[in-house]
């Protein structure tokens, strides 16, 4: 992979998905989520990383099928997309999904299986396609409305139902959902706090949905359905200070896992000590990162960890064993200039993309389900980023005023 150098963009104007007019916003600093300001403890020992985390530019979705289909946004703001054209096979070339929007794409399955994308819009509101029946076409852009300050993040209900979450004007969290699955959608509800990150999404063993951000105190707070399809907790926090979004991974036993870059540019990670129950403290997993983080399950449950590294290369760390320890760090290589993206193939097997020095889609997979690596190879393609403050505001960062 080629090695080439980029400069974060600090341009905070977007487009309208099907319309010429402009929007201009701004985002500062606040206090935190709630009045209290407690200067947290860890994972604070050591002055704040100077590089600015990366974030994913693409998004990795399953078909009914089983093929794997990655979302990217191209040179022109329009939605792009490639899928293999088997299952745990080959890829086809890429094709535009059309609209303009800013920041990083989501993607979920439906209850039935179709594909649904949701992206922020140059207007501030939330839009979504979707595959009109399981792997297979697509229908027209629409909107959801609402007005966001950072990309969209979304769950899967225990019903089936879709939600969504992002961060709304007033910093607080908000949300949609769909009213039954498969089906139409809510309009939007403030669930209040004061997020500075994008949130990130767990769905406990019992079915129940818990969101991770980051306050305006940099601890790492949540809230949580109290029961599954149902209503939500107050906000409480975790502690720490982390310096990315959080990263929610759930281990083969249920138990939720989050992770966040700290403020020594390590990974750290904290734990539900049994599955829909109370949490650990935090603790370090090493490493020096440069990007958001990407988590994945292997085959046999085992959480695997994916980051952009200091040296711009792909690492990775993994449980030795499902619900367990972790080994040390490894490096997979390459240049890359996004954070990665996981997505898990057909058969089990782990793949990995992201965004090169030559500013392609890049990949890399394992060979064997639970086993070692592929060398990268190229998809093409030419990814971008929003040039708005959602890239900072999904890493963890705002800018400011």
């Known amino acids: 992979m080629e090695r080439k150098s980029t ?134 852009w629409a909107s959801l409305g609402g007005y966001l300050t950072s990309s969209p993040k979304v769950g899967s209900n225990a019903d089936g139902r879709l939600e969504v979450f992002a961060r709304g004007g007033d910093n607080a969290l908000w949300h949609i959902w769909q009213t039954a699955p498969n089906n139409g959608w809510s309009g939007w509800a403030s669930l209040g706090g004061y997020l500075t990150s994008a949130p990130g999404i767990g769905s406990n063993a019992d079915g129940r949905l818990e969101v991770f951000v980051s306050g305006g105190d940099g601890a790492l707070w949540h809230i949580w359905q109290t029961a599954p399809n149902n209503g939500w907790s107050g906000w409480a926090s975790l502690g720490g200070v982390i310096t990315t979004l959080p990263a929610v991974g759930r281990n083969a036993d249920g138990r939720l896992e989050v992770f966040a870059r700290g403020t020594d540019g390590a990974l750290w990670h904290i734990w539900q000590t049994a599955p829909n129950n109370g949490w650990s403290g935090w603790a370090s997993l090493g490493g020096g990162l440069s990007s958001a983080i990407s988590v994945g399950n292997n085959a046999d449950g085992r959480l695997e960890v994916f980051v952009r590294g200091n040296d711009d290369a792909l690492w990775h760390i993994w449980q030795t064993a499902p619900n367990n320890g972790w080994s040390g760090w490894a490096s997979l290589g390459g240049v890359i200039t996004s954070s990665p993206a996981v997505g898990s193939n057909a058969d089990g097997r782990l793949e990995v993309f992201a965004r090169g020095g030559d500013n392609a889609l890049w990949h890399i997979w394992q060979t064997a389900p639970n086993n070692g690596w592929s060398g990268w190879a190229s998809l093409g393609g030419v990814l971008t980023y929003g040039h708005d403050a959602t890239a900072a505001a999904e890493s963890g960062l705002l800018l400011t005023a």
């Open 7 to 140: 400069m974060a963009g600090r341009l905070v104007t977007r487009l309208l998905i099907g319309a010429t007019a402009l929007v201009t916003t701004a985002v500062v600093g606040g206090a935190g989520i709630s009045a209290a300001r407690t200067a947290p403890a860890d994972p604070a020992a050591a002055p704040p990383a100077s590089a600015a985390p990366l974030t994913s530019p693409q998004a990795v979705g399953r078909n009914a099928d089983g093929r794997l289909e990655v979302f990217a946004r191209g040179t022109d703001g329009a939605l792009w997309h490639i899928w293999q054209t088997a299952p745990n096979n080959g890829w086809s070339g890429w094709a535009s999904l059309g609209g303009y929007f800013s920041g990083t794409p989501v993607v979920r399955n439906n209850a039935d299986g179709r594909l649904e994308v949701f992206v922020l819009g140059g207007d501030s509101a939330l839009w979504h396609i979707w595959q009109t029946a399981p792997n297979n076409g697509w229908s027209g």
